[in-house]
């Protein structure tokens, strides 16, 4: 787990947690090595972050252990996420206190309602709400977008 704010005042002098093994599944090494740093946007921090990159030798596959509560391509924490869709489809129009732009929660509904009939199935009737959070039980990003 990586605490913004401490990372935000120590910057590259952060204690980053480094994986025992490769997380791609099949591979399992466990020489893993710094492959240096990449900086990342986060919700309500004026400038990138920088997040240590961790690469297996062995498959190829490069890593950026993330904050907890973000999902991977998202700079929003999951709260945020869920908490604008929740006052979108309870209200009818977007939080505009809520932080991320009205745009970027348009994103995020889009995704949602895309990836609900893409795993959910078309005949999905139980909501959005439901369809968010039995995405999240089968380990999917909810608001994901391809291409």
């Not at 990159?53 to 907890?68: A, K, L």
């Not at 908490?83 to 994103?107: D, I, M, V």
């Not at 893409?118 to 009737?125: E, I, K, N, Q, Y």
């Amino acid at each position: 787990m990586i605490c913004v704010k401490k990372l935000f005042m120590l910057d590259r002098a952060f204690p980053f947690y480094r994986p025992e093994r490769c997380l791609r599944e099949g591979c399992k090494s466990t020489k893993i090595w710094g492959h240096g740093f990449v900086l990342l946007c986060i919700e309500g921090y004026a400038e990138p972050l920088p997040f240590r990159r961790w690469r297996c030798p062995i498959c190829g596959c490069v890593y950026t252990i993330r904050p907890s509560g973000y999902w991977s391509r998202h700079s929003a924490p999951v709260w945020t996420i869920a908490e604008a869709l929740r006052y979108r489809l309870t209200h009818g129009f977007w939080n505009k206190t809520l932080g991320p732009s009205r745009q970027k929660q348009g994103h995020w509904l889009r995704a949602l309602k895309t990836n609900i009939k893409a795993h959910l199935g078309m005949d999905f009737s139980k909501g959005l709400m439901e369809g968010f959070s039995e995405l999240i039980s089968r380990g999917l990003v909810p608001v994901f977008r391809f291409g």
